[in-house]
C-alpha cells in the first residue's frame, strides 16, 4: 500500500475500531454506520466545494478572519466544519430506530467525524508529505475523534431528556466549536510565533495541556456514564446504580 496513504487513513481506522468495539452492549448496524462515516466525507467534500466556489466567484466571506488566529480558527475551521458535522448527524440519526442508547450518539458522531477527518487528511497529507502525516496522526485526527465524542455526549443528553432538549442540543454544536476553535487557535498562534522561543515555549506548554484535558473529557465521556442510560457510573461500581446494566468504565 501507498505509504501516504496509509499514514492518512490508519489513524482513521484505529479510532474507528476503538469506538466500535466500546460499543458492547447493542452494536450498531454496519450499514448506518458506514452511511455516517460517508456522510462526513460528504461534509469535507462541501467545505472544499464552497472554497471553490468562492475562489471562482472571486469572494471570501470569512476573509476579516486572515489575520486572526482566533477569527481564523472558528470561523474557517470550527464553526462551519462541526456545524455541517452536527446538521449531517441530526439527519441521519435523531429519529432513527437504532438510535435507543445514549452511547449511540458518540458512537455515530465519531463516524461522521472521522469521515470528515479521512478525506482532510488524505488531501494534506498528499500536498505535503509523511511528515504531516505523522503530525497529523497524533494531534489532527484524534483532535476530531475528540470533538465528536463531545458533540455525541450532548447529542444523547438532548435525545434522551426531553425537557432540557434545546439547552442540550445548543451544547451539542457549541462544546465542540469551542473545544475545536481553541485548539486551531493554540496551533495557529504556535506556527505564527514559532521563532519566539519564550513564546514558543508558553503555547507548546498551553497546547500539551489543553490536549491532555480534552483527553480526560473524552475518555470520561466514554467511561464514566452509563452506555445505555446515560447515569454517571460511581468509580468501583460494577452495575450501573440507575439502570442496573454493567458499568462500561469497569
Given at each position: 500500500?501507498?505509504?501516504?496513504l496509509?499514514?492518512?487513513?490508519?489513524p482513521v481506522?484505529i479510532l474507528?475500531?476503538?469506538?466500535?468495539?466500546?460499543?458492547?452492549n447493542?452494536?450498531?448496524?454496519?450499514?448506518?454506520?458506514?452511511?455516517?462515516f460517508?456522510?462526513?466525507?460528504?461534509?469535507?467534500?462541501?467545505?472544499?466545494?464552497?472554497?471553490?466556489?468562492?475562489?471562482?466567484?472571486?469572494?471570501?466571506?470569512?476573509?476579516?478572519?486572515?489575520n486572526?488566529?482566533?477569527?481564523k480558527s472558528?470561523?474557517?475551521?470550527?464553526?462551519?466544519?462541526?456545524?455541517?458535522?452536527f446538521?449531517?448527524?441530526?439527519?441521519l440519526?435523531?429519529?432513527?430506530?437504532?438510535?435507543?442508547?445514549?452511547?449511540d450518539?458518540?458512537?455515530?458522531?465519531?463516524?461522521?467525524?472521522?469521515?470528515?477527518?479521512?478525506?482532510?487528511n488524505?488531501l494534506?497529507v498528499?500536498?505535503?508529505?509523511f511528515?504531516?502525516?505523522?503530525?497529523?496522526?497524533?494531534?489532527?485526527?484524534?483532535?476530531?475523534?475528540?470533538?465528536?465524542?463531545?458533540?455525541?455526549?450532548?447529542f444523547?443528553?438532548?435525545?434522551?431528556?426531553?425537557?432540557?432538549?434545546k439547552?442540550?442540543?445548543?451544547?451539542?454544536?457549541?462544546?465542540?466549536?469551542?473545544?475545536?476553535?481553541?485548539?486551531?487557535?493554540?496551533?495557529?498562534?504556535?506556527e505564527?510565533y514559532?521563532d519566539?522561543p519564550g513564546?514558543?515555549?508558553v503555547?507548546?506548554?498551553?497546547f500539551?495541556a489543553?490536549?491532555?484535558?480534552?483527553?480526560?473529557i473524552g475518555?470520561?465521556a466514554i467511561?464514566?456514564?452509563?452506555?445505555?442510560?446515560?447515569?454517571?457510573?460511581p468509580?468501583?461500581?460494577?452495575?450501573c446504580?440507575?439502570?442496573?446494566?454493567l458499568?462500561?468504565?469497569?
Open positions: 500500500m501507498d505509504p501516504l496509509l499514514i492518512s487513513i490508519l481506522i474507528l475500531g476503538y469506538i466500535y468495539l466500546k460499543d458492547k447493542e452494536r450498531e448496524p454496519m450499514g448506518l454506520l458506514l452511511k455516517a460517508f456522510s462526513g466525507c460528504m461534509v469535507a467534500v462541501l467545505i472544499l466545494l464552497w472554497s471553490f466556489i468562492e475562489g471562482i466567484l472571486g469572494i471570501h466571506l470569512t476573509a476579516f478572519a486572515d486572526s488566529a482566533v477569527l472558528f470561523f474557517q475551521a470550527a464553526i462551519p466544519e462541526e456545524g455541517l458535522k446538521l449531517f448527524l441530526y439527519w440519526i435523531w429519529n432513527h430506530k437504532e438510535f435507543n442508547e445514549h452511547f450518539g458518540i458512537v455515530y458522531a465519531v463516524f461522521v467525524s472521522m469521515g470528515f477527518a479521512c478525506v482532510e488524505i494534506y498528499y500536498n505535503s508529505g511528515g504531516t502525516g505523522v503530525v497529523r496522526a497524533l494531534l489532527a485526527v484524534p483532535g476530531h475523534f475528540l470533538f465528536a465524542v463531545i458533540m455525541g455526549y450532548f444523547s443528553k438532548a435525545r434522551f431528556t426531553p425537557l432540557k432538549r439547552y442540550l442540543l445548543a451544547m451539542a454544536f457549541i462544546c465542540p466549536v469551542l473545544a475545536h476553535g481553541l485548539y486551531d487557535t493554540l496551533c495557529f498562534t504556535m505564527m514559532g519566539a513564546l514558543s515555549s503555547l507548546n506548554v498551553l500539551i489543553f490536549d491532555i484535558k480534552l483527553w480526560q475518555l470520561r467511561r464514566n456514564h452509563c452506555h445505555v442510560c446515560g447515569a454517571k457510573i468509580k468501583g461500581e460494577i452495575n446504580p440507575c439502570c442496573k446494566h458499568a462500561r468504565n469497569i
